[in-house]
């Protein structure tokens, strides 16, 4: 968070049915804190009356999103914070009163760690990838149901749809099964003609799908998870976010190993994946990939590097706004 002074440090506690509200200035550390029924209107109505700069912080939450759209054009800055790094709101007394008070605390003490949103044109994107992803795991969960009930029946697993069995109860689960796989099959192909039809309205999207083996779902998941590249103060900062380095635990001059960071799971996946659908083809990610099989480097390893590689290739088209181009250094200068 930037060193800038506010006039008023405002923290919000949210619910369906009340919101607890906490204000501390600039002048003095006093908090004032009320809890009253939750209504927008009037929250919106108090922060228009606070004179002089706000900021206003609250946790993220499903309605995060909702109210950083709706209370952006009240205050000067808005943070969601990261529940997980507030500590201090689990010690002791829970209300949300309280918690409302030792958020406000932290934001003035700049102990907040700052979720990321935007209120733009990548909403759609983002809520329209959240829907396939939720879309996917449904089916592949009916997948292997399915599968499990042929298997127990004694068949291979692998049958086509309107599959014969030999009991009438098991016969119907089937052909239920077999509906919702098709209309499943259905439906995510009018995910993946979405994606087709946005890749060509955001540059960005066809950007990332210049990459080895990044095809238009996965240039899509890119794109919306990032957002802006600029977030990241640097390369190490993203690959922490991508999950693809572990960060080192140092104490008194002494390593005691290392550790996973919070990362975005999907992220990592598009990465993993794209390197696995370069490797073998003619592509820059294939001959990295082979160049550190031939220095003696594990198979595992060398790919783990390729991933790498091939993120960091994906953050520097990103800020450079142009399709990557191959065996060009200047597709890799991510830390300016």
């Known amino acids: 968070m930037e060193d800038t002074i506010y006039d008023h440090y405002v923290a919000i506690d949210w619910a369906i049915k009340n919101m607890a509200i906490a204000r501390m200035t600039k002048k003095s550390n006093k908090i004032t804190a009320v809890d009253v029924p939750s209504d927008i209107v009037e929250l919106q109505t108090y922060l228009k009356s606070l004179r002089g700069t706000k900021i206003l912080v609250f946790e993220e939450t499903t309605t995060s999103q909702w109210l950083y759209t709706e209370l952006k054009d009240y205050v000067d800055r808005i943070i969601i914070c990261d529940p997980y790094r507030n500590r201090l709101l689990s010690d002791g007394p829970k209300t949300d009163k309280i918690d409302a008070t030792k958020l406000v605390q932290l934001?003035?003490?700049?102990?907040?760690?700052?979720?990321?949103?935007?209120?733009?044109?990548?909403?759609?994107?983002?809520?329209?990838?959240?829907?396939?992803?939720?879309?996917?795991?449904?089916?592949?969960?009916?997948?292997?149901?399915?599968?499990?009930?042929?298997?127990?029946?004694?068949?291979?697993?692998?049958?086509?749809?309107?599959?014969?069995?030999?009991?009438?109860t098991d016969q119907f689960v089937i052909e239920r099964m077999d509906r919702q796989i098709k209309s499943y099959e259905e439906e995510k192909k009018c995910y993946?003609?979405?994606?087709?039809?946005?890749?060509?309205?955001?540059?960005?999207?066809?950007?990332?799908?210049?990459?080895?083996?990044i095809g238009v779902i996965n240039a899509v998941k890119i794109v919306t998870r990032i957002v802006t590249p600029y977030r990241f103060v640097n390369k190490g900062h993203f690959l922490s976010y991508t999950g693809l380095i572990k960060l080192e635990k140092i104490s008194g001059g002494i390593s005691y190993g290392k550790r996973k960071p919070r990362y975005c799971r999907q992220l990592k996946s598009v990465y993993k994946s794209g390197v696995l659908a370069a490797i073998g083809g003619n592509n820059p990610i294939n001959d990295y990939y082979v160049h550190m099989l031939k220095n003696g480097c594990p198979e595992h390893n060398a790919r783990h590097k390729a991933c790498r590689r091939l993120a960091i290739l994906s953050l520097g088209v990103f800020k450079s706004g142009k399709k990557y181009q191959p065996y060009r250094k200047d597709n890799v200068k991510c830390n300016r």
């Open 192 to 213: 993946e003609k979405e994606f087709v039809s946005l890749s060509k309205q955001f540059p960005d999207i066809k950007h990332q799908r210049s990459l080895p083996g």
């Open 107 to 168: 934001l003035k003490a700049d102990l907040i760690k700052e979720v990321y949103h935007s209120n733009d044109r990548f909403i759609y994107l983002r809520r329209l990838v959240s829907a396939y992803e939720d879309l996917v795991k449904a089916g592949v969960r009916l997948k292997n149901q399915r599968y499990a009930l042929l298997r127990a029946c004694g068949k291979n697993g692998n049958e086509k749809i309107g599959t014969k069995l030999c009991l009438n």
